[in-house]
Every structure is written in C-alpha cells, then in structure tokens.
T-cell receptor, first 114, second 112 residues
Framework: GAGVSQSPSNKVTEKGKDVELRCDPISGHTALYWYRQRLGQGLEFLIYFQGNSAPDKSGLPSDRFSAERTGESVSTLTIQRTQQEDSAVYLC????????????FGSGTRLTVV | KQEVTQIPAALSVPEGENLVLNCSFTDSAIYNLQWFRQDPGKGLTSLLLIQSSQREQTSGRLNASLDKSSGRSTLYIAASQPGDSATYLCAEFQGGSEKLVFGKGTKLTVNP
C-alpha cells in the first residue's frame, strides 16, 4: 500500500482482556518495528522484524506482550491480560531494510485499558 | 546507553519567525539521524533523514544539520507558520543497530 496502515485506530478494553493490534507495512519493506508512546512520554522500542531473521524482542516490557510477522507482510502485536499501564499509543513503522533508509510510521492504535 | 535530548521541551513563537530546534545525542557512533513531526493524536511524519556522512539536508523551509563531533543536530524552520505547530522529534540510529532512539520532542506553537 501507499503507507503503513494500522488497525484499529482506537481500542478500549477492560483490564484483564487480551487485545490484538495489526500493522500492514509498505509493500516491499522488509523491516517492521513496533513502538509504544505513553501519554507525555517519548517513544519506547518494543520489537523489530527483519525479513526471515529472528526478531529483536529486547524492548518487550513483559511476557504478556508478543508479536508475530508472516514473512514480509502483516504483523500483529498481542497484549495478554491487559493492565491499565498498557494504555498508550502503539505505533508501527516499516523500512526498506537498512538503517540508512529511515522509517515510515503508521498513524498508531490508541489503546485505553479501563 | 544511548540518550537523545531535545531542548527546549516547548517553544512558542509568533508567525513569521525563524527558529531552531536542538537535539543532542551521546553516541558518537551514530549511523544517521531522522527528524519527525507529530500532530496531536496522529502518528509520526518523517521530515528529514541525515546520513552520518552528510552535514545537512534541506526540504522547503526546513534545514537539518548534523555535527557528529559535538553530538548535536539542529532543525531550522524558516518563516514559521501556524500550520507548523506540532511536536518535533529527533531520533538517531546507532551504528550496528536497527533501532531508532527518540528524544522526548519539542512542542512548537506558532501564533498567528
């Protein structure tokens, strides 16, 4: 597609429920990243996928967080047993594959845990 | 640990003024640096990408510079307009890493 697409744009969920966030990267972009932005805070790295290599999961805050990507296409970020501190905007970005290409971000999913 | 610092945290200027936003980073092994704009409730829009071998990049009224030796980058906005009001973020790629490390941003308000 023309840009990075994320869905849903907004999600309100009850504490303890599982949620799944989706990211469609730009076609041909081999690298895909998830970031989290809490209210008033900077962006925190969560996870990075590059082609068929093992993902870099070093930013995932707990084992309640997981992400998958099928080949070089769609990625899903799953948060199990959501907590109020998980409330944030979750941003996805894709890149042609090298650090030199820069990132293109989606519009994000605003998650609110009540 | 890589750190990216942006000063000031907020800036308010009258329309038409030229302004400079500052970004400093601790890692001299920077690979490249990217400036973004974020509008309220929206994602990030890439403005300029500066490779480590470059000293500056220009796009329209925007000019970004990179000084690796001093660990600084600046974003210059000429003839500011109310539509420039947004939060401006800088982010660096460290050499050998694929992760962008972000500063907390400068919130710019351009008053008509």
């Amino acid at each position: 597609g023309a840009g990075v697409s994320q869905s849903p744009s907004n999600k309100v969920t009850e504490k303890g429920k599982d949620v799944e966030l989706r990211c469609d990267p730009i076609s041909g972009h081999t690298a895909l990243y998830w970031y989290r932005q809490r209210l008033g805070q900077g962006l925190e790295f969560l996870i990075y996928f590059q082609g068929n290599s093992a993902p870099d999961k070093s930013g995932l805050p707990s084992d309640r967080f997981s992400a998958e990507r099928t080949g070089e296409s769609v990625s899903t970020l799953t948060i199990q047993r959501t907590q109020q501190e998980d409330s944030a905007v979750y941003l996805c970005a894709s890149s042609l594959g090298g650090a030199g290409y820069g990132y293109t971000f989606g519009s994000g999913t605003r998650l609110t845990v009540v | 640990k890589q750190e990216v610092t942006q000063i000031p945290a907020a800036l308010s200027v009258p329309e038409g003024e030229n302004l400079v936003l500052n970004c400093s980073f601790t890692d001299s092994a920077i690979y490249n640096l990217q400036w973004f704009r974020q509008d309220p409730g929206k994602g990030l829009t890439s403005l300029l990408l500066i490779q480590s071998s470059q000293r500056e990049q220009t796009s329209g009224r925007l000019n970004a510079s990179l000084d690796k030796s001093s660990g600084r980058s600046t974003l210059y906005i000429a003839a500011s307009q109310p539509g420039d009001s947004a939060t401006y973020l800088c982010a660096e790629f460290q050499g050998g890493s694929e992760k962008l490390v972000f500063g907390k941003g400068t919130k710019l308000t351009v008053n008509p």
